[in-house]
């Protein structure tokens, strides 16, 4: 189980002020030196925390693996090709939602995804798809030839706790479902120190994308504190 530490909300609390700190590249490297195995970022078409002088710098500083969240679209392919991120995870976006809203419909949208893909590999970039638990979407995305698909624990984060052994329930089956298909399988959204343990347990799940309650936690206790009790979490399977 690998923890990728998504620093977005580091750059919201930079861009509440249109400062110059903190620093998202700093961030980063905190979290690999803490164990981080991997920096995500969402490069938003608003440019609403992440702006492409973030992008292009971590891609000279992450270690580790660059992973780039971007919605579909030419303006963001043409992004990927030049700064070359490890990995590009497809998300769905829109213009005035908080965060993303659920996983990105690859059955809808599967004839634009596929050039996408295809554009993305030919810049030799690794494609993940961010999808909602459904078998459905896992084998359209292998159709489509992503490399790894992301499960969306957004409505297992949000449920009430007596609720949530059935969220999990959805997210076993679409992991051995993906892992079936040669997926390599990825979670996260909503994700805590709370709740992340049933999902870390996963063990088709190969890595985590986290990033909301680690910036909270590191504002109190520090960055690489944050990231170290969460490595520990997300490494204890059982």
């Not at 400062?19 to 700093?26: F, G, L, N, S």
């Not at 892992?179 to 990825?186: D, I, K, P, S, T």
């Given at each position: 189980m690998r923890l990728a530490?998504?620093?977005d909300h580091i750059a919201t609390i930079r861009e509440a002020r249109r400062?110059?700190?903190?620093?998202?590249?700093?961030a980063a490297v905190l979290a690999e030196l803490a164990g981080a195995e991997g920096i995500t970022v969402h490069l938003r078409g608003d440019r609403r925390h992440i702006k492409d002088r973030d992008v292009e710098l971590l891609r000279q500083v992450v270690s580790t693996?660059?992973?780039?969240?971007m919605a579909a679209t030419p303006e963001m392919v043409r992004i990927a090709g030049e700064v070359k991120p490890d990995q590009v995870t497809l998300v769905p976006e829109r213009p005035q939602e908080l965060t993303t809203e659920g996983g990105l419909d690859v059955i809808g949208h599967g004839m634009?995804?596929?050039?996408?893909?295809?554009?993305?590999h030919e810049a030799r970039i690794r494609v993940s798809i961010f999808i909602d638990p459904d078998p459905?979407?896992?084998?359209k995305a292998r159709e489509l030839d992503a490399d790894a698909v992301e499960i969306?624990?957004?409505a297992y984060s949000s449920a009430p706790v007596m609720q949530r052994p059935g969220h999990v329930k959805r997210v076993v089956t679409?992991?051995?479902?993906?892992?079936?298909?040669?997926?390599?399988?990825?979670a996260g959204h909503g994700l805590t120190y709370v709740n992340v343990r049933p999902i870390a347990a996963i063990p088709e799940i190969a890595e985590l994308n986290i990033g909301h309650s680690i910036v909270s936690r590191a504002a109190l206790v520090g960055m690489e504190r944050a990231v170290r009790e969460m490595v520990a979490l997300v490494k204890k399977r059982s």
């Open positions: 530490v998504n620093i400062a110059r700190e903190p620093e998202p590249v700093a693996k660059l992973n780039v969240e634009d995804l596929a050039d996408v893909i295809r554009k993305l459905r979407q896992v084998r969306n624990t957004g679409v992991a051995r479902v993906a892992a079936r298909q040669g997926l390599e399988v990825l």
